[in-house]
């Protein structure tokens, strides 16, 4: 089934961060591809949110997804899947994970807790009209 997926400030500059990078190290054209790449990822995971692994030896709170050399950190609630952050698999990932994962935690709530405000209020201004 179908999922919206959301990107948290902390993904969107992790992507800025990339293409930076990227763009530094490998030039425009190769830097576009690998961004093109993990927004062909974050499409199949769109439609197919089951592509997500588990990964309980880096965090039992998260589900993963490989993109080349980076990882989507994500955690799906309901009909939303939410990309946390995005970081190189060299990065000692475990570690930069267990590190995060209370701020992670608490913008996964934060912006789960927003979605279900803007929900009521679509949902109520569709029962005014």
């Known amino acids: 089934m179908p999922v919206t997926i959301k990107l ?5 500059n992790d992507l800025q961060e990339i293409a930076d990078y990227s763009l530094q190290r490998w030039g425009r054209k190769t830097a576009n591809r690998y961004l093109e790449d993990i927004q062909t990822a974050l499409s199949l995971l769109q439609e197919n949110p089951d592509l997500l692994r588990n990964k309980s030896d880096i965090s039992s709170q998260f589900k993963f997804y490989r993109v080349r050399e980076h990882f989507l950190v994500c955690t799906k609630l309901k009909d939303v899947l939410l990309v946390l952050t995005i970081k190189h698999g060299e990065m000692d990932l475990p570690n930069r994970v267990l590190e995060l994962e209370p701020t992670l935690v608490q913008e996964a709530d934060l912006l789960h ?13 569709h029962l005014k009209k």
Do not use: G, N, Y
């Open 8 to 12: 948290t400030d902390r993904a969107h």
């Open 113 to 125: 807790q927003r979605l279900v405000v803007a929900e009521k209020k679509r949902h109520s201004s």
